[in-house]
């Protein structure tokens, strides 16, 4: 049977087909749809964890007890994971250990760019690196295989273009394997100095035999054609190669760390010209060069930066683009904004009527950076916002702690908020800090988290209240306000950066799109009483337009908030009675 499978969906079925019983993870576009799609296999456990660590060291956990284990992440998220991964590539595994990591060339939900293979190097742990769905589901196979005959964790490696194209994948049946007996061996196990240069050793060990597997492996394979031009390639880039250069020869590598030598050094003599096509950095250029292998081009033509395509291609190495369609009319640039009856629309409203300084953090609030709210000032990394707004008030002082705010969501908040919150109270900040509790994790669509009081199977759980951990961390002045309530949530804003000891404000209501949450009728416009002075425009609302010097409401994505009327000082809007 061939189902037609998202990468996502293809390695979530590969999981299901090597017999993986435990998944945890944190979701982070793109990796998300794997632990929501291996959560429908009734066989495997998946749960979402508060952090890409936490679901690192379960999945960790859960191999020592002889389970083949997963967790996914994206690449900003291996970050967070490197610190037991790195040293699980010491204490190795007894059930197999994959661990899937999806990078964002292009940086289409993202902050930067970053290589995974660089990590995969730097904590000596083979990576495979799948082209389509079909390898997605074939790959996680092999990635168990590898993971248990050479005693490590096995990273897959995807991008966007993988994990959210399809292509046709032959479905099997599921492989049982039996738990693994635990067998205590504090020698490996226990990754005190004494044990781990040992292990250190058995790392080496491994990564040699590893090297002599990727000479032999058919995850790497070669396809000759015509030698007068070579490509060495992997990942999405083989598909982009195959169409615009159909004739040539190819060394299509699936296993990308650790890389071959013999293979590519046959490969590079029988061909006349030898070109790598890879995105982001020169990896398997750098292994070229490194080993003596000549390279005719690469980063040179290609460049590290975004995502490559057949055409970027084809315009790289001189040849003529295919002929396509032109439209004299410009397609309008189309930014992402925040949903018609966000809550954090009317919070950022305040924070930009105010003027503060605002450290930012991940999350669907990132978007008050923008025009026409530009309130954010700063966005770094998950858990950020707390730790910078600490240290920028701790340097300049009281003055600049009563003109800035930090700004967190309930999810990031669990992620990584807590410790930041610590800090406050234990270094003796006056930094405020606002968490934007919307009740999910928005972002990446609509994950619980352990504020939501759902698993991820939405059966009842035990609902941490974000004001609970931080009055138990010391905060003594925590409040909650309705950002949909403007008035009330400037008030206690002013209030709180005035004081003199850290503080939080839950800023706390429901994402629109929740299916709990009920649209109110669209409201209307008067035109007689609209004066035209475009108040209503600060809060950038996609709802409201203006033309001919007068605001209109488009009713059919209009939810009814309100916060126009707030902004209104003529009583332009209107409800329909009773409503």
């Known amino acids: ?81 490197a610190d037991p991964l790195f040293t699980a590539s010491y204490t190795g595994v007894n059930g197999g250990l994959v661990v899937c990591v999806a990078d964002d060339p292009g940086m289409h939900s993202s902050q930067n760019e970053q290589d995974s293979r660089h990590y995969a190097i730097a904590a000596k742990l083979p990576m495979l690196e799948p082209s389509d769905s079909r390898e997605c589901r074939d790959f996680v196979k092999a990635a168990y295989e590898i993971s248990e005959t050479f005693d490590t964790p096995a990273v897959l490696r995807t991008c966007t273009r993988v994990a959210h194209s399809q292509c046709q994948v032959e479905l099997f049946d599921r492989e049982e394997h039996a738990l693994k007996t635990y067998e205590r061996n504090p020698q490996k196990y226990v990754a005190a100095p004494a044990n781990a240069v040992k292990r250190h050793i058995e790392v080496e060990k491994r990564m040699d035999a590893l090297r002599a597997f990727a000479e032999t492996t058919p995850l790497n394979r070669v396809e000759m054609g015509d030698t007068t031009l070579g490509f060495v390639t992997s990942g999405t880039c083989y598909l982009y190669v195959k169409e615009a250069f159909p004739e040539a020869s190819v060394v299509k590598l699936g296993l990308v760390n650790p890389l071959p030598v013999q293979l590519l050094k046959d490969f590079a003599e029988k061909v006349d010209r030898l070109i790598v096509v890879e995105e982001l950095d020169g990896v398997i250029e750098n292994h070229l060069r ?40 410009a397609v309008p640039g189309r930014p992402p904004v925040m ?200 809060i950038g609302c996609p709802a409201i337009r203006f033309s001919d010097k007068k605001a209109s409401i488009d009713a059919t994505i209009c939810v009814g908030c309100g916060l126009c009327e707030q902004m209104c000082k003529f009583g332009a809007f209107e409800r329909k009675e009773g409503k």
């Open 339 to 538: 949903c018609p009856g966000c809550p954090h629309r009317g919070l950022f409203t305040v924070l930009s009527k105010l003027k503060l300084t605002v450290l930012g953090d991940i999350g669907c609030y990132t978007l008050g950076s923008g025009a026409p709210l530009n309130a954010v000032d700063s966005v770094l990394c998950m858990g950020a916002s707390i730790g910078m707004a600490h240290g920028y008030t701790k340097v300049l002082g009281q003055e600049a702690a009563r003109r800035s705010v930090a700004v967190i969501g309930d999810s990031t908040f669990m992620h990584s908020g807590i410790t930041g919150v610590v800090n406050l109270a234990y270094n003796k900040s006056i930094a405020t800090v606002l968490v934007l509790d919307n009740s999910i994790t928005g972002m990446t669509g609509h994950q619980q988290n352990p504020t939501t009081g759902l698993t991820l199977q939405n059966e009842p759980t035990y609902p941490i209240k974000v004001e609970d951990i931080c009055r138990a961390a010391g905060i003594e002045r925590v409040r909650v306000v309705d950002p949909q309530d403007m008035a009330a949530t400037e008030a206690a804003i002013k209030e709180e950066i005035a004081a003199d000891a850290p503080s939080v404000i839950i800023v706390r209501r429901p994402c629109a799109l929740l299916k709990y949450v009920k649209a109110k009728p669209a409201l209307s416009i008067d035109p007689e009483k609209c004066k035209g002075c475009k108040s209503c425009m600060k």
């Open 1 to 81: 049977m061939k189902k037609l499978m998202l990468g996502n969906q293809a390695v979530a079925r590969g999981l299901y087909e090597a017999g993986c019983r435990f998944v945890s993870s944190y979701p982070g576009t793109p990796s998300t749809e794997i632990t929501e799609q291996a959560a429908l296999y009734d066989e495997i456990y998946a749960e979402w964890a508060p952090n890409e660590k936490v679901a690192a060291e379960s999945a960790v956990g859960a191999s020592l007890a002889g389970a083949r284990s997963f967790c996914a992440m994206k690449h900003v998220g291996f970050n967070v994971a």
């Open 290 to 329: 490194a080993n003596g292998i000549r390279v005719d081009g690469g980063k040179d033509l290609f460049g590290c930066l975004g995502e490559l395509s057949q055409n970027k291609l084809r315009r790289a190495m001189g040849e003529a683009l295919p002929a396509f369609d032109a439209y004299d009319e």
